[in-house]
């Protein structure tokens, strides 16, 4: 079967770095899209990698490693606003999005 | 940007009622459409693949006499919760996939949250 594995919840510091793991195992793959999800929201697109390494975008990266099934968030310089879920989906072979359950992140001062 | 609208944002109904929820791409035509499901602390579960002009494609489990969908245009996609009971009360959302971008996107829509008593 199909299967996203993330942690249920981290809680950080304001101003710190926090790393959130993703792996997963999908029939193919055509790649693996974070999002941040604020309580009742819909989700917002945060990052897409379908090559192996590391792609920065302003506080967020997101690294990928396709050998093994394994990818992270990281977050830096953590604000407050950052509090949300945080869900890593796979694009299967179909261009399906498989869904992981979400990391909910909580920012402490 | 690629913009997705969800009308209505908050719905409350008597249960037995039946509920439509609009989904409109506001700036771009898409072909494809997915509706959504997310029960409080969980993940987004999809409920159904919708392609403008054919019948919608349900996820196991889903019961397609029930969540009725319709794609009649490639700018709207509309689902219609049939007899709703209290446990149909959830967020729906949308998304839709907008042909050309790179790494198959979805744009997903703000969500519906619908209360059955």
């Known amino acids: 079967g199909q299967n996203i594995d993330q942690p249920t919840e981290m809680t950080a510091t304001e101003g710190a770095i926090v790393q959130i793991n993703c792996t997963y195992q999908t029939s193919g793959f055509n790649g693996l899209f974070w999002y941040q999800q604020h309580a009742g929201e819909a989700p917002t697109f945060l990052s897409y990698n379908v090559l192996d390494g590391l792609e920065e975008k302003g506080r967020f990266s997101s690294f990928l490693s396709r050998s093994k099934g394994y990818s992270y968030l990281l977050l830096k310089e953590l604000q407050m606003k950052d509090s949300a879920s945080y869900l890593c989906a796979v694009s299967d072979s179909n261009y399906q999005l498989i869904w992981g359950a979400g990391t909910k992140l909580i920012i402490k001062p | 940007g690629a913009v997705v609208s969800q009308h209505p944002s908050r719905v409350i109904c008597k249960s037995g009622t039946s509920v439509k929820i609009e989904c409109r791409s506001l700036d771009f035509q898409a072909t494809t459409m997915f509706w959504y499901r997310q029960f409080p602390k969980q993940s987004l579960m999809l409920m159904a693949t919708s392609n403008e002009g054919s019948k919608a494609t349900y996820e196991q489990g889903v019961e397609k006499d029930k969540f009725l969908i319709n794609h009649a245009s490639l700018t709207l996609s509309t689902l219609t919760v049939t007899s709703a009971h209290p446990e149909d009360s959830s967020f729906y959302i949308c998304?839709?996939?907008?042909?050309?971008?790179?790494?198959?996107?979805?744009?997903f829509g703000p969500g519906t949250r619908l209360t059955v008593l």
């Open positions: 998304s839709a996939g907008r042909p050309g971008t790179d790494y198959n996107e979805q744009f």
